[in-house]
């Protein structure tokens, strides 16, 4: 009786295109794009661009660095559905504080089913506006949201007491009023929400509203187009989505990386479970609120990002993407 052994073909050349276009399909405030992606020496540099800061609404520029760290994990993703390892350095060089990361493509490895998945979900996540119904989150996803999280050295804090989510919705309002209040903020909302072409960041809409949609106690900041039908919905749709804190240990450069990284993840497997997400992101732009956020888990984490989960009600398109930089 003869045996046949199985032969693996070692994966061919690295597809650098779908590594970079991978990155740059990230979660940003606004759309803003805060990165800048490169190609050299056989490793993705992922820098953060100052121009594309929000100094007003992000004037730590955490916000930017955790969008940086979510297009970190895309491209380690798109390195490890390529077959191969992916090695992460995080803060590379200690005299450029834009550089985050350097992803080195390392050795053949056969990704994991989980991973393939998150991989292909990259370009089908969305950040979505719709009422959403948090019933779709059974215990079995929330626990792999958790694990996902750790996995990237962050907690992932579910709000389900009913007094706490309406000390979190005050917070949330009074955020928001607070931001429509500053002119500086409007104005720098102005440069990049409602704008005529996309293709350099930013969100396109012919009309927008500043005011909370009438439909949803978390959804304040208001990107629908004033007249569309398709975005007209009645008083009564109730918003009742699970309510998602990512948190951290410690507030610096490096944690506000891993917890982007942690967010992409959490979004993506969001994607893959039949999950809709977006941001409830007014309490953690302002100091105050964000102090009071972090009293409201214990005192222990730094909240950095906050979420809307559940099944949603249509499909979003996905605003279009600046190209990256490619070889350098």
């Known amino acids: 009786m003869s045996t046949r052994s199985s032969v693996i073909t070692p994966p061919g050349p690295v597809d650098v295109a779908a590594v970079l276009g991978a990155g740059a399909l990230a979660p940003s405030s606004h759309n803003t794009q805060p990165w800048r992606l490169r190609w050299r020496d056989g490793a993705v540099e992922v820098h953060g661009d100052p121009e594309r800061a929000l ?12 969008s940086c760290g979510a297009a970190i994990a895309n491209v380690r993703l798109a390195v490890r559905a390529q077959g191969r390892r992916a090695h992460v350095r995080l803060l590379p060089d200690a005299d450029d504080p834009w550089s985050f990361a350097r992803v080195t493509v390392g050795a053949p490895l056969a990704a994991s089913a ?20 948090g019933l779709g989150l059974t215990p079995g996803v ?15 804090v579910f709000v389900d007491d009913g007094a706490r989510r309406g000390s979190i919705q005050e917070l949330a309002r009074r955020a928001h009023a607070a931001q429509q209040a500053d002119g500086a903020f409007r104005a720098e909302w102005d440069r990049w929400v409602g704008t005529a072409d996309d ?10 509203r500043r005011s909370a949609r009438p439909d949803g106690r ?5 990107f629908g187009a004033a007249g569309d039908p398709d975005d007209e919905r009645p008083a009564a749709r109730t918003d009742d989505p699970a ?17 982007g990284q942690a967010l992409q993840h959490v979004l993506l497997l ?4 039949g999950l809709a997400a977006s941001f409830v992101a007014p309490p953690l732009e302002v100091a ?4 009071s956020l972090r009293s409201l888990l214990g005192g222990a984490l730094w909240p950095q990002a906050m979420l809307r989960l559940g099944v949603r009600e249509r499909a979003v398109p996905r605003p279009s993407r600046r190209v990256p930089d490619g070889s350098g």
């Open 55 to 66: 100094p007003v609404a992000d004037p730590e520029h955490r916000e930017l660095r955790m």
């Open 199 to 208: 293709r350099g960041g930013g969100l396109t809409r012919d009309v927008l």
């Open 243 to 259: 309510l998602l804190v990512l948190a951290t240990t410690l507030d610096q450069p490096l944690a506000h990386l891993q917890a």
């Open 218 to 222: 978390w959804l304040l900041r208001d």
């Open 142 to 156: 929330r626990e792999e949201i958790r694990r996902a999280a750790q996995r990237e050295h962050s907690w992932a």
């Open 270 to 273: 969001g994607t893959v479970r």
């Open 288 to 291: 105050d609120t964000r102090a």
């Open 114 to 133: 989980l991973e393939q998945a998150l991989a292909h979900a990259i370009p089908h996540r969305r950040t979505d506006r719709s009422a959403l119904s």
